[in-house]
């Protein structure tokens, strides 16, 4: 539990640090959160813990791995890159 808070502190504060970043991360939020997130517990607006699982067992190889702040911020990179339309390097 406290391995996976610090791993989300860390990607937020990595985020946080790069407002080029931060349209991308909202997108991103927004994107992944499910739709009618309000009619399911926990009730809150977060991503499907399923789908995290899966994300992370096709990155990491473990669906128990934490998500890595470049990890993160590489994917933010991409989608700010996909969004503009514009052809990136990675």
Same mark, same amino acid.
């Given at each position: 539990?406290?391995?996976? #808070?610090?791993?989300? @502190? %860390? @990607? @937020? #504060? %990595?985020?946080?640090?790069? /407002?080029?970043?931060?349209? %991308? *991360?909202? @997108? *991103?939020?927004v994107r992944l959160v499910p739709s009618r997130w309000w009619t399911r517990r926990p009730f809150v607006p977060v991503p499907a813990g399923d789908y995290?699982?899966?994300? $992370?067992?096709?990155?990491? =190889?473990?669906?128990?791995?934490?998500? %890595? /702040?470049?990890?993160? #911020? $590489?994917? #933010?990179?991409?989608?700010?890159?996909?969004?503009? =339309?514009? /052809?990136?390097? =990675?």
């Open positions: 539990m406290i391995r996976r #808070l610090r791993s989300w @502190v %860390a @990607v @937020v #504060l %990595a985020v946080l640090v790069r /407002p080029v970043l931060w349209r %991308a *991360a909202i @997108v *991103a939020y995290l699982r899966f994300r $992370k067992e096709a990155y990491y =190889g473990s669906e128990t791995a934490s998500f %890595a /702040p470049q990890d993160v #911020l $590489k994917y #933010l990179q991409w989608i700010r890159t996909w969004d503009r =339309g514009t /052809p990136g390097d =990675g």
